[in-house]
Protein backbone atom coordinates (compact mmCIF):
# COMPACT_ATOMS: atom_id res chain seq x y z
CA UNK A 1 0.00 0.00 0.00
CA UNK A 2 1.47 3.29 -1.12
CA UNK A 3 1.73 5.68 2.27
CA UNK A 4 0.73 8.69 0.64
CA UNK A 5 -2.39 7.48 -1.32
CA UNK A 6 -5.82 8.91 0.10
CA UNK A 7 -9.05 6.87 0.51
CA UNK A 8 -12.18 8.26 -0.12
CA UNK A 9 -15.98 6.99 0.73
CA UNK A 10 -16.97 5.44 -2.46
CA UNK A 11 -19.84 2.85 -1.82
CA UNK A 12 -20.01 -0.43 -4.28
CA UNK A 13 -22.78 -2.73 -4.73
CA UNK A 14 -21.56 -6.27 -5.13
CA UNK A 15 -25.03 -8.00 -5.82
CA UNK A 16 -23.36 -10.30 -8.49
CA UNK A 17 -20.61 -11.84 -5.94
CA UNK A 18 -21.42 -15.17 -4.28
CA UNK A 19 -19.42 -14.98 -1.32
CA UNK A 20 -22.04 -14.81 1.11
CA UNK A 21 -20.28 -12.61 3.38
CA UNK A 22 -19.85 -9.75 0.77
CA UNK A 23 -23.07 -10.72 -0.94
CA UNK A 24 -25.20 -8.18 0.61
CA UNK A 25 -22.36 -5.81 1.97
CA UNK A 26 -21.77 -2.56 0.59
CA UNK A 27 -17.68 -1.21 1.33
CA UNK A 28 -14.96 1.24 0.79
CA UNK A 29 -11.99 1.10 -1.14
CA UNK A 30 -10.63 1.79 2.21
CA UNK A 31 -9.03 -1.60 3.83
CA UNK A 32 -9.34 -2.27 7.45
CA UNK A 33 -6.11 -2.73 9.45
CA UNK A 34 -5.77 -3.12 12.74
CA UNK A 35 -2.39 -4.44 14.87
CA UNK A 36 -1.89 -7.46 16.59
CA UNK A 37 -0.15 -7.59 19.99
CA UNK A 38 2.38 -10.14 19.96
CA UNK A 39 2.79 -10.75 23.65
CA UNK A 40 -1.02 -10.21 23.93
CA UNK A 41 -3.56 -12.53 25.06
CA UNK A 42 -5.23 -13.32 21.70
CA UNK A 43 -3.43 -15.27 19.14
CA UNK A 44 -2.95 -14.02 15.79
CA UNK A 45 -5.61 -15.75 13.94
CA UNK A 46 -7.93 -14.91 16.54
CA UNK A 47 -6.95 -11.12 15.16
CA UNK A 48 -7.34 -11.66 12.11
CA UNK A 49 -10.62 -13.46 12.74
CA UNK A 50 -12.15 -10.65 14.26
CA UNK A 51 -10.59 -7.74 11.93
CA UNK A 52 -12.15 -9.85 8.81
CA UNK A 53 -15.48 -9.68 10.74
CA UNK A 54 -15.50 -6.09 11.88
CA UNK A 55 -14.84 -5.57 7.46
CA UNK A 56 -17.78 -7.65 6.81
CA UNK A 57 -19.43 -6.65 9.20
CA UNK A 58 -20.27 -9.96 10.46
CA UNK A 59 -20.15 -12.44 13.99
CA UNK A 60 -16.99 -13.63 13.72
CA UNK A 61 -19.18 -17.30 14.34
CA UNK A 62 -20.11 -16.71 10.43
CA UNK A 63 -16.69 -16.68 9.52
CA UNK A 64 -15.09 -20.41 7.93
CA UNK A 65 -12.81 -21.55 10.48
CA UNK A 66 -9.48 -19.90 9.67
CA UNK A 67 -7.65 -23.07 10.56
CA UNK A 68 -9.13 -24.27 7.40
CA UNK A 69 -6.78 -21.55 5.37
CA UNK A 70 -3.99 -21.17 7.00
CA UNK A 71 -2.10 -22.85 9.63
CA UNK A 72 -2.38 -21.04 13.05
CA UNK A 73 1.29 -23.04 14.50
CA UNK A 74 3.12 -22.16 11.35
CA UNK A 75 1.87 -18.55 11.59
CA UNK A 76 3.23 -18.01 14.83
CA UNK A 77 6.36 -20.06 14.19
CA UNK A 78 6.92 -17.31 11.10
CA UNK A 79 6.39 -13.84 12.71
CA UNK A 80 6.03 -14.75 16.83
CA UNK A 81 9.03 -14.66 19.35
CA UNK A 82 12.60 -16.69 18.22
CA UNK A 83 11.82 -18.75 21.94
CA UNK A 84 15.42 -19.71 22.33
CA UNK A 85 16.90 -15.90 22.00
CA UNK A 86 15.07 -13.87 24.63
CA UNK A 87 13.95 -10.30 23.37
CA UNK A 88 14.29 -11.12 20.20
CA UNK A 89 11.64 -11.12 17.49
CA UNK A 90 10.79 -11.04 13.52
CA UNK A 91 10.20 -7.41 12.37
CA UNK A 92 10.57 -7.51 8.54
CA UNK A 93 8.60 -9.69 6.47
CA UNK A 94 4.44 -10.75 5.70
CA UNK A 95 2.43 -13.19 4.97
CA UNK A 96 -0.84 -12.31 2.30
CA UNK A 97 -3.75 -15.15 1.84
CA UNK A 98 -7.51 -15.37 1.46
CA UNK A 99 -9.51 -16.00 4.26
CA UNK A 100 -13.67 -15.12 3.83
CA UNK A 101 -13.35 -13.24 0.31
CA UNK A 102 -10.97 -10.94 1.92
CA UNK A 103 -7.32 -10.64 1.02
CA UNK A 104 -5.21 -10.60 4.37
CA UNK A 105 -1.63 -8.98 4.90
CA UNK A 106 0.14 -10.01 8.19
CA UNK A 107 3.25 -7.91 8.84
CA UNK A 108 5.62 -9.16 10.73
CA UNK A 109 5.21 -5.88 13.00
CA UNK A 110 1.75 -7.61 13.75
CA UNK A 111 -0.13 -4.90 11.59
CA UNK A 112 -3.00 -6.81 9.61
CA UNK A 113 -4.81 -5.16 6.61
CA UNK A 114 -7.75 -6.86 5.28
CA UNK A 115 -9.63 -5.96 1.74
Same mark, same amino acid.
Given at each position: ?5 ? &?? %? ?10 ? =?? *?? *?? @??? =? ?5 ? =? &? ?6 ? +?? $?????? %? ?6 ? +???? $?? #? /?????? /?? +? ?11 ? *? ?5 ? @?????? +???? @?????? #???
Amino acid at each position: MNETTS &WS %AKTESLDGINHP =QL *RS *RS @FTD =QPYLTVH =Q &WDGVQSVC +ET $IVNAVS %AYLDVDPL +ELQP $IG #E /VIDPDA /VN +ELFGPINHLPGAD *RSTGYLT @FHYSGC +EITL @FASGQI #EVS
